[in-house]
């Protein structure tokens, strides 16, 4: 097993390093870990998605199929890979990305109350989408009341669970499309569902299943 500490200075250097070796010297599938360098994608963020697609099945051993296109999907279609935004050799993106606020005022998006107190979005009113992967505070808390536990996953070793860190972010949204079933996400009908379980729109799969068609 490889543990890879990333520390903020030359981070440029260290992100296509990491990727080119992983990838040239078979310590994962292909399909698995991503090339040396992708346009758009910020070397520490396709780091990111790397790393959380194969710790994937350590965290979800029933879980098998997720590979770091299917990550650069979900991010792309949720932020556009952070566009925008520095990301820092800890993995944190700044400035921090928020979704709308979710009060009813946005037609087609859930009324959501408070549920972290401001902590991750900066609201103590409503709720939004926090972060690459726009995960909604109560999901990554677990305080939503859905009763699936805390999505929020510590993917650098810092022992934080930060939803505006890449490698938190990207480790947590691998874990969430896992699920808790047994599955196969080499299968386009598994996929399907668990990116339904992400965003549950049709609309949504499509658009992320095209994106991670792009890069396999």
Same mark, same amino acid.
């Given at each position: 097993?490889?543990?890879?500490?990333?520390?903020? !200075?030359?981070?440029?250097?260290?992100?296509?390093?990491?990727?080119?070796?992983?990838? %040239?010297? $078979?310590?994962?599938?292909?399909?698995?870990?991503?090339?040396?360098?992708? @346009?758009?994608?910020?070397? /520490?963020?396709?780091? %990111?998605?790397? *790393?959380? %697609?194969?710790?994937?099945?350590? *965290?979800?051993?029933?879980?098998?199929?997720?590979?770091?296109?299917?990550?650069?999907?979900?991010?792309?279609?949720? /932020?556009?890979?952070?566009?925008?935004?520095?990301?820092? $050799?800890?993995? &944190?993106?700044?400035?921090?990305?928020? =979704?709308?606020?979710?009060?009813?005022?946005?037609?087609?998006?859930?009324?959501?109350?408070?549920?972290? =107190?401001?902590?991750?979005?900066? #609201?103590?009113?409503?709720? +939004?989408?926090?972060?690459?992967? *726009?995960?909604?505070? =109560?999901?990554?808390?677990?305080?939503?009341?859905?009763?699936?536990?805390?999505? =929020?996953?510590?993917? #650098?070793?810092?022992?934080?669970?930060?939803?505006? #860190?890449?490698?938190?972010?990207?480790? %947590?949204?691998?874990?969430?499309?896992?699920? /808790?079933? !047994?599955?196969?996400?080499?299968?386009?009908?598994?996929?399907?569902?668990?990116? +339904? &379980?992400? #965003?549950?729109?049709?609309?949504?799969?499509?658009?992320?299943?095209?994106?991670?068609? @792009?890069?396999?």
């Amino acid at each position: 097993k490889v543990l890879l500490i990333l520390a903020a !200075p030359a981070v440029a250097a260290v992100a296509m390093l990491f990727v080119a070796l992983f990838a %040239a010297t $078979g310590l994962g599938a292909p399909a698995i870990i991503a090339p040396a360098a992708v @346009a758009g994608i910020d070397p /520490t963020l396709l780091i %990111a998605y790397s *790393q959380a %697609a194969g710790a994937a099945a350590e *965290q979800r051993p029933d879980c098998t199929g997720m590979r770091w296109s299917v990550l650069a999907g979900v991010g792309m279609v949720e /932020t556009q890979h952070a566009a925008g935004r520095s990301i820092d $050799g800890s993995g &944190r993106v700044t400035p921090p990305i928020y =979704g709308p606020l979710l009060d009813g005022s946005v037609p087609g998006t859930a009324r959501i109350r408070d549920t972290d =107190g401001g902590r991750y979005d900066g #609201n103590q009113s409503w709720d +939004r989408a926090v972060g690459p992967m *726009q995960f909604l505070p =109560g999901t990554w808390s677990g305080s939503g009341g859905n009763g699936s536990g805390a999505a =929020g996953r510590d993917g #650098n070793g810092d022992r934080q669970a930060d939803p505006h #860190n890449v490698f938190d972010a990207a480790l %947590a949204a691998a874990v969430y499309l896992c699920g /808790t079933d !047994p599955a196969d996400l080499l299968d386009s009908g598994a996929l399907a569902v668990a990116l +339904r &379980r992400y #965003n549950d729109s049709a609309v949504y799969v499509a658009e992320v299943m095209g994106r991670r068609t @792009a890069h396999d």
